[in-house]
């Protein structure tokens, strides 16, 4: 019966985006430019990309993020550490 319910509500929520559109909330920010997203009702992941338009997020994508995070967080707390 649970997979039932959980079809069904897949099945209702993918519905849903394709009538009215993905509400997409901030999941993950990964620079001040760069951002990762979820859909609230079908859990569909997308980020920013170079050009600033939205891309399905793929496991490079993901991985690219995390490097990118990383590189981003070093320089701030470096810049951070000259001005003080």
Avoid at 11 to 36: M, R, W
């Amino acid at each position: 019966m649970k997979t039932t319910a959980s079809q069904k509500g897949n099945f209702f929520s993918a519905l849903f985006c394709n009538l009215f559109g993905h509400h997409y909330v901030v999941s993950k920010k990964v620079t001040q430019h760069i951002k990762e997203y979820k859909c609230l009702h079908c859990q569909k992941q997308v980020t920013t990309d170079v050009s600033g338009k939205l891309s399905i997020l793929t496991p490079q994508m993901r991985e690219i993020n995390s490097t990118l995070q990383e590189m981003y967080r070093k320089r701030s707390r470096r810049v951070v550490q000259h001005v003080a």
